[in-house]
């Protein structure tokens, strides 16, 4: 097949890379980084011909790119705009929470800051403080703080964060437990597990500092057995389709469960309408069958058995640009990554990162610049791959969590 990943950062250059495998692939728009690797198009992705597009970002979804390349009868994986809604809307998504009876944490919207402000002083720690839109999973606040949770819902009231993502707030019971990242792959009624991953949203070790878009991640996870995986799609996942399905929106794409296994079962946190990342980065290449069947068997709503995977382990390590995720400096030039590419069970993924072909180097062009991952037998062997291969690695500024899978 010819297949189409529409995106540019890591979890599209994981993507590319698996697809890539048995098929040819155009990503659109890519980066100047990952065209080193794959052919790239800046064409309305409508202009691309393809047996099939995989979308991989929020945003065009939100969009409605999946809609429009669907009324010119193209086969896509990913939803529609009011599918999309899920992840677009904190209060879209509680509100089919509710109607498809799937546990999550007890929370309330608010559009009037008096009213959050009451409502949060009569809620027990942790607090959690989330905006209404798009903010990358940089707009959610956990503390243990009262006076913190009502400084965040000032500045998020007030439009001072997150540009036009602030306003609406919802306030959200802390839930306490484990958590993981799951990967529905859905028909629009149907749905199939990929294995559970980890994600690691704080900044700094020990899991301090602020929520980032994630810092690293490992798969599979030795807790996560498959009757807790199954039992996550039963609970979480299938009743959310179905409830979509009565509202008239067929789900064909990925849910990605966000999920906090707590002493009474899994709850949701939060559905996001596209892959992890870096979740991807670990999961995507345990796949053994073709991957590319598989999400065409989600675009035509035929998907059916779980895919068959390895028992590897892959661990990826995010290096991160200087400010992020405040505010980012770019420009730095990259050293060592040919020499981190060219080691045994490594796979350097592009996130924040640009070629300058003039020069002939790799340049730090993002807050996530890239995601250094190793595969081994073992999660040990994997984590030892993926550090080393990170240790070659430099830029000013370079910063990334020692911690991931230790
Ligand atoms: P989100 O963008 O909703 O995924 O939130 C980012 C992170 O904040 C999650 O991955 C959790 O670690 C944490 N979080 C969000 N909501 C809650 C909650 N209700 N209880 C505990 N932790 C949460
Ligand atoms: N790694 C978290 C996310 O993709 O939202």
């Given at each position: 097949?010819?297949?189409?990943?529409?995106?540019?950062?890591?979890?599209?250059?994981?993507?590319?890379y698996?697809?890539?495998?048995?098929?040819?692939?155009?990503?659109?728009?890519?980066?100047?980084?990952?065209?080193?690797?794959?052919?790239?198009?800046?064409?309305?992705?409508?202009?691309?011909?393809?047996?099939?597009?995989?979308?991989?970002?929020?945003?065009?979804?939100v969009?409605?790119?999946?809609?429009?390349?669907?009324e010119?009868?193209?086969?896509?994986?990913?939803?529609?705009?009011?599918?999309?809604?899920l992840?677009?809307?904190k209060a879209?998504?509680?509100?089919?929470?509710?109607?498809?009876?799937?546990?999550?944490a007890?929370?309330?919207?608010?559009?009037?800051?008096?009213h959050a402000?009451?409502?949060?002083?009569?809620?027990?720690?942790?607090?959690?403080i989330?905006?209404?839109?798009?903010?990358?999973?940089?707009?959610?606040?956990?503390?243990?703080?009262?006076?913190?949770?009502?400084?965040?819902?000032v500045?998020?009231?007030?439009?001072r964060?997150f540009?036009?993502?602030?306003?609406?707030?919802?306030?959200?019971?802390?839930?306490?437990g484990?958590?993981?990242s799951?990967?529905?792959?859905?028909?629009g009624?149907?749905?199939?597990?990929?294995?559970?991953?980890?994600d690691?949203?704080r900044?700094?070790?020990?899991?301090?500092?602020?929520?980032?878009?994630?810092?690293g991640?490992?798969?599979?996870?030795?807790?996560?057995?498959?009757?807790?995986?199954?039992?996550?799609?039963?609970?979480?996942v299938?009743?959310?389709?179905?409830?979509?399905?009565?509202?008239?929106?067929?789900?064909?794409?990925?849910?990605?469960?966000?999920v906090m296994?707590?002493?009474?079962?899994?709850?949701?946190?939060?559905?996001?309408?596209?892959?992890?990342d870096?979740?991807?980065?670990?999961?995507?290449?345990?796949?053994?069958e073709?991957?590319?069947?598989?999400?065409?068997e989600?675009?035509?709503?035929?998907?059916?058995?779980r895919?068959?995977?390895?028992?590897?382990?892959?661990?990826?390590?995010?290096?991160?640009?200087?400010?992020?995720?405040l505010?980012?400096?770019?420009?730095?030039?990259?050293?060592?990554?040919?020499?981190?590419?060219?080691?045994?069970?490594?796979?350097?993924?592009f996130?924040?990162t640009?070629?300058?072909s003039?020069?002939?180097?790799?340049?730090?062009?993002?807050g996530?610049?890239?995601a250094?991952?190793?595969e081994?037998?073992?999660?040990?062997?994997a984590?030892s791959?993926?550090?080393?291969?990170?240790?070659?690695?430099?830029?000013e500024g370079?910063?990334?969590?020692?911690?991931?899978?230790?």
């Amino acid at each position: 097949m010819r297949i189409v990943v529409v995106g540019s950062g890591g979890r599209e250059h994981a993507l590319a890379y698996v697809l890539g495998k048995e098929h040819e692939v155009v990503v659109a728009p890519g980066s100047s980084a990952i065209g080193q690797y794959f052919d790239l198009s800046d064409k309305d992705p409508l202009d691309i011909d393809a047996d099939l597009y995989v979308i991989g970002p929020e945003q065009p979804l939100v969009d409605g790119l999946a809609d429009r390349l669907r009324e010119h009868s193209k086969a896509v994986f990913g939803p529609s705009k009011e599918g999309a809604r899920l992840e677009g809307s904190k209060a879209f998504l509680k509100d089919v929470l509710v109607a498809a009876k799937v546990p999550t944490a007890e929370h309330r919207s608010f559009s009037d800051l008096s009213h959050a402000l009451a409502y949060v002083e009569s809620m027990k720690p942790p607090y959690v403080i989330k905006t209404d839109g798009l903010a990358e999973g940089k707009g959610v606040l956990v503390t243990e703080e009262l006076s913190e949770a009502k400084e965040d819902i000032v500045a998020k009231m007030t439009g001072r964060r997150f540009n036009g993502a602030g306003r609406t707030i919802v306030i959200e019971e802390g839930l306490v437990g484990k958590e993981l990242s799951l990967f529905a792959l859905c028909d629009g009624r149907n749905a199939v597990a990929l294995p559970a991953a980890t994600d690691y949203k704080r900044l700094l070790e020990g899991n301090e500092g602020p929520n980032t878009g994630g810092m690293g991640a490992y798969a599979p996870l030795s807790w996560a057995s498959d009757s807790l995986q199954e039992e996550i799609l039963d609970t979480l996942v299938k009743p959310t389709l179905k409830e979509l399905l009565r509202r008239g929106v067929q789900y064909r794409g990925v849910l990605y469960a966000g999920v906090m296994v707590t002493d009474s079962g899994p709850k949701i946190i939060e559905f996001n309408v596209r892959f992890g990342d870096p979740e991807t980065q670990v999961v995507l290449p345990k796949v053994e069958e073709d991957l590319g069947d598989i999400l065409l068997e989600c675009a035509v709503g035929e998907i059916d058995t779980r895919p068959k995977v390895s028992s590897k382990s892959l661990l990826t390590v995010v290096l991160a640009a200087p400010g992020y995720p405040l505010s980012t400096k770019t420009g730095a030039e990259i050293a060592g990554v040919q020499r981190a590419s060219k080691r045994d069970g490594v796979k350097v993924f592009f996130a924040g990162t640009s070629y300058d072909s003039e020069r002939d180097v790799f340049v730090v062009s993002g807050g996530r610049v890239m995601a250094v991952t190793g595969e081994g037998p073992t999660l040990l062997e994997a984590r030892s791959r993926a550090y080393s291969a990170v240790s070659e690695i430099t830029f000013e500024g370079m910063h990334y969590r020692s911690d991931i899978g230790a």
